[in-house]
């Protein structure tokens, strides 16, 4: 496979953009290589600038869970386009967005509408803050909350690609603030909160990790949290932007039955444009401008074209709820495939699945945290990834990443899928 066209727009890329990318992990900077420019997609399959095939696992990193170029979110977006791209005014359209999520998200009565999630995550930190009058939030190691100043701590994603220990251009204050626990260690968060007793404003957790591969939470870590923030006022804010519309209708606090008391939404909201949102109970919600004074704003916020996108999406998934349990049974059937080959090639390695999440780390321990993540063989990985890219199979180029399925794969594209990683190991034992 040739990828003469990615190497010249690469090349040339990186004349005018940083790194020559737009987002750091896209850089394929801890795989090596080149990044593939892509030109366009449809379903399961993405298409090169070369005009090489490859079946996708990362699905725009989560919002094209029924496939790309989606025909009826297309023609939706066709369709609005002629009315105007925006209006910086009120519509009929963000009504019927926020009641379509009201009605699917629990424990949401009021949402607000952004451009990304790291916008949503931002704003709901400063909403607790602002609700509760205290500055310190806890969030986890590998946890990746989008690129606010209050996140970059620990972070999971590119910070933990590309292994960057501390963000210059943070403040002192700003990362003081921001405190830090394993994930899945309840008696470390135990301990801070007791510590920092009457100063910790929320705690911000992705219920099911996809930043750092994918991390399920361990049984009653979740439960232990929620009681943590009932017993000492602390706002729960659980990041859905990867979980939310993709795990169930209800998001990761449907599939976990755990009540949040903010959430934050983005990839699947907007059905592939620029989306997010946070929302929860009203007792909250008020706080926000121009309800109450924690002031928070955007031209962009709830514009028309990414309304109709991810209303259209959103709808999809409500009508054919059985989408849910398609994706599980092909993330089910892929994750037996893989753990076939690879036991069968016979040095260690972690599948971690949750719906349609899952993610390969070669390491010889569960790998439950930050710290176990970490410590898996990114080497086997990197040769894995390249392999996989050589046979048209496209992952996350870092381990760091989950791996997102869309529902446009076919039992075939899985099967390409593990007969490629079996080939794939194959080279690797012979390197
Ligand atoms: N933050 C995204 C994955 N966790 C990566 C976005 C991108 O590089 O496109």
């Known amino acids: 496979m040739t990828r003469n066209k990615s190497e010249q727009l690469f090349e040339r890329a990186q004349r005018s953009i940083p790194g020559g990318v737009n987002s750091p992990v896209r850089a394929f900077k801890s795989v090596g290589g080149t990044p593939v420019f892509m030109k366009s997609a449809k379903g399961a399959y993405l298409y090169d600038a070369d005009g090489n095939k490859y079946i996708d696992y990362i699905a725009s990193w989560g919002p094209m869970i029924l496939g790309h170029a989606y025909e009826p979110v297309v023609k939706a977006i066709q369709e609005y386009a002629a009315y105007s791209t925006s209006f910086g005014a009120p519509t009929r359209l963000e009504i019927e ?19 990304s999630g790291t916008e949503a995550c931002m704003s709901a930190i400063r909403l607790a ?8 939030i806890i969030k986890f190691e590998g946890h990746y909350h ?6 970059l701590v620990k972070a999971g994603s590119g910070v933990a690609t590309f292994n960057i220990q501390t963000v210059p251009g943070i403040t002192a204050g700003v990362a003081n603030d921001t405190l830090t626990a394993a994930f899945n260690d309840l008696d470390a968060v135990k301990k801070l909160v007791a510590q920092y007793k009457g100063e910790i404003a929320a705690i911000i957790v992705e219920p ?6 994918c991390v399920l939470p361990q049984p009653h870590f979740h439960e232990g949290l929620r009681k943590l923030c009932d017993e000492h006022g602390i706002v729960f804010i659980f990041d ?7 795990l169930a209708p209800g998001g990761a606090q449907e599939k976990l039955t755990i009540k949040a008391d903010l959430v934050t939404y983005g990839k699947v909201i907007g059905g592939g444009l620029p989306v997010g949102a946070f929302g929860g109970k009203k007792e909250i919600m008020q706080h926000i401008a121009p309800l109450g004074n924690v002031y928070q704003a955007g031209t962009l916020s709830g514009n028309p074209i990414a309304m109709i996108a991810g209303y259209t999406l959103l709808k999809e998934l409500i009508n054919n709820p059985s989408i849910y349990k398609e994706l599980d049974e092909k993330t089910e059937y892929l994750h037996k495939g893989l753990e076939k080959v690879l036991q069968a090639w016979g040095q260690p390695f972690v599948i971690n699945r949750f719906g349609s999440m899952i993610s390969v780390h070669f390491s010889d321990k ?15 990985f990197k040769k894995y990834f390249h392999a996989m890219l ?42």
Do not use: C
Not at 97 to 115: F, Q, T, W, Y
Not at 146 to 151: K, L, P, Q, R
Not at 366 to 380: C, G, L, W
């Open 97 to 115: 967005m926020a009641e379509l999520i009201i009605s699917m998200a629990p424990n949401v009565d009021l949402i607000r509408m952004v451009s």
């Open 129 to 136: 803050r602002g609700y509760t009058g205290r500055n310190k």
């Open 146 to 151: 989008g690129h606010a100043d209050s996140f």
């Open 208 to 213: 099911v990790a996809g930043n750092m591969g």
């Open 240 to 246: 859905e932007v990867m979980t939310g519309f993709r």
């Open 366 to 380: 569960p790998v439950i945290d930050f710290a176990t993540a970490s410590s898996a063989n990114n080497e086997v």
């Open 390 to 431: 050589n046979r048209g199979v496209y992952l996350p180029p870092s381990a760091f990443e989950s791996w997102f399925l869309n529902n446009a794969l076919t039992k075939e594209d899985l099967d390409k899928t593990i007969s490629a990683t079996k080939e794939s190991l194959e080279d690797i034992a012979k390197q």
